[in-house]
C-alpha cells in the first residue's frame, strides 16, 4: 500500500510540472501584474498530432482551489474564443494604443475560466489541413477528447463542478457537449474519467432557426417597437423555419 501510495504522489507530482510547463509568465502589452496564473498550450484531438485544439486557463482569483471551472466558447461558426478574453468575460481588453487593459469585470474573479479555439482550424487552433471540414457532431466529438486530455494535464480539476457557457452559434455546440458528456458520465465505463458538469449558459444562443427569429420578432412587438400589423404581417408571411426567415 505504502509503494502505492508513493507512485501515485510521484505521478501527481509529474502532472503538476507538466501544468507549470505550460505556465503564461508575460503577455505582450501587458506592463502589470495580474495576480493569477494563466496557463496555455495545445491538445491533439485528432488521429495524429496535427489536428490540435488552442486553449487559454486562468485561474480564479478568489479560490482557484474549490472555485468551478468554466468553459467559454464563442460561436460564429468560426469565431475564435480569444474575442471572449479580450473582449467580453476575459481578464484582459485591448486599449487603443494595442497594450492590455485589466477588465475588473472578468468572470476569473470568482471561476478558473477556459477559454478554447473550436472548431479545429478557428483561431490558433490548428485542422491539419488546408480546407478542412467539419461539423457540429465532429466539433463535438473533439472537444469532448480536449476535455478528457486537459483534466488529464491538470488533474486537481476533475474535482471541480463543470460549467460550459458561450454565446451565438455555441447554442449548438455547448447542448451538443453538454449531452455527449451526461450520456458518457452515464454508461457504465469505470475506465472513463467522470466530469463534474453542473450545467450550461448560452448568451444571445444560436439553436434553432424557427424559434431564434420568430423570437425576435416576438420581442420587439412585447417591447411596443413595431406596431399590430406589421407584427401580424411578419407572421403571416415571414417562413421562420428557414435559415434565415425570410419571407415566402
Same mark, same amino acid.
Given at each position: 500500500?505504502?509503494?502505492?501510495?508513493?507512485?501515485?504522489?510521484?505521478?501527481?507530482?509529474?502532472?503538476?510540472?507538466?501544468?507549470?510547463?505550460?505556465?503564461?509568465?508575460?503577455?505582450?502589452?501587458?506592463?502589470?501584474?495580474?495576480? $493569477?496564473?494563466?496557463?496555455?498550450?495545445?491538445?491533439?484531438?485528432?488521429?495524429?498530432?496535427?489536428?490540435?485544439?488552442?486553449?487559454?486557463?486562468? !485561474? *480564479?482569483?478568489?479560490?482557484?482551489?474549490?472555485?468551478?471551472?468554466?468553459l467559454w466558447l464563442n460561436g460564429g461558426p468560426g469565431c475564435s474564443s480569444m474575442?471572449?478574453?479580450?473582449? !467580453?468575460?476575459?481578464? &484582459?481588453?485591448?486599449?487603443?494604443?494595442?497594450?492590455?487593459?485589466?477588465?475588473?469585470?472578468?468572470?476569473?474573479?470568482?471561476?478558473?475560466?477556459?477559454?478554447?479555439? *473550436?472548431?479545429?482550424?478557428?483561431? $490558433?487552433?490548428? *485542422?491539419?489541413?488546408?480546407?478542412?471540414?467539419?461539423?457540429?457532431?465532429?466539433?463535438?466529438?473533439?472537444? &469532448?477528447? &480536449?476535455?478528457?486530455?486537459?483534466?488529464?494535464? &491538470?488533474?486537481?480539476?476533475?474535482?471541480?463542478?463543470?460549467?460550459?457557457?458561450?454565446?451565438?452559434?455555441?447554442?449548438?455546440y455547448i447542448p451538443n457537449l453538454a449531452q455527449w458528456i451526461v450520456q458518457h458520465?452515464?454508461?457504465?465505463?469505470?475506465? $472513463?474519467?467522470?466530469?463534474?458538469?453542473?450545467?450550461?449558459?448560452?448568451?444571445?444562443?444560436?439553436?434553432?432557426?424557427?424559434?431564434?427569429?420568430?423570437?425576435?420578432?416576438?420581442f420587439v412587438f412585447s417591447h411596443q417597437l413595431i406596431s399590430n400589423q406589421t407584427?401580424? !404581417?411578419?407572421?403571416?408571411?415571414?417562413? $421562420?423555419?428557414? *435559415?434565415?426567415?425570410?419571407?415566402?
Amino acid at each position: 500500500m505504502l509503494l502505492i501510495r508513493t507512485l501515485q504522489f510521484a505521478a501527481f507530482l509529474v502532472l503538476c510540472s507538466q501544468c507549470e510547463s505550460k505556465l503564461i509568465t508575460s503577455l505582450p502589452g501587458l506592463d502589470s501584474e495580474v495576480g $493569477f496564473k494563466q496557463y496555455s498550450d495545445y491538445i491533439t484531438v485528432g488521429d495524429t498530432n496535427e489536428k490540435r485544439l488552442f486553449y487559454w486557463y486562468m !485561474e *480564479s482569483q478568489s479560490d482557484p482551489a474549490t472555485d468551478p471551472l468554466v468553459l467559454w466558447l464563442n460561436g460564429g461558426p468560426g469565431c475564435s474564443s480569444m474575442s471572449g478574453v479580450l473582449g !467580453e468575460i476575459g481578464p &484582459f481588453y485591448v486599449r487603443p494604443n494595442i497594450t492590455l487593459g485589466i477588465n475588473k469585470y472578468s468572470w476569473n474573479r470568482v471561476v478558473n475560466l477556459l477559454f478554447v479555439d *473550436s472548431p479545429a482550424g478557428i483561431g $490558433f487552433s490548428k *485542422s491539419g489541413v488546408h480546407n478542412c471540414s467539419t461539423g457540429d457532431v465532429q466539433t463535438t466529438r473533439d472537444l &469532448f477528447t &480536449f476535455l478528457i486530455k486537459f483534466f488529464e494535464s &491538470f488533474p486537481h480539476l476533475k474535482s471541480h463542478d463543470f460549467w460550459i457557457t458561450g454565446e451565438s452559434y455555441a447554442g449548438h455546440y455547448i447542448p451538443n457537449l453538454a449531452q455527449w458528456i451526461v450520456q458518457h458520465n452515464t454508461a457504465k465505463d469505470f475506465s $472513463f474519467q467522470h466530469i463534474k458538469l453542473k450545467g450550461f449558459l448560452i448568451g444571445n444562443p444560436l439553436t434553432n432557426a424557427y424559434v431564434d427569429t420568430g423570437g425576435y420578432v416576438d420581442f420587439v412587438f412585447s417591447h411596443q417597437l413595431i406596431s399590430n400589423q406589421t407584427y401580424h !404581417e411578419l407572421l403571416k408571411h415571414c417562413n $421562420f423555419s428557414s *435559415s434565415s426567415g425570410t419571407a415566402q
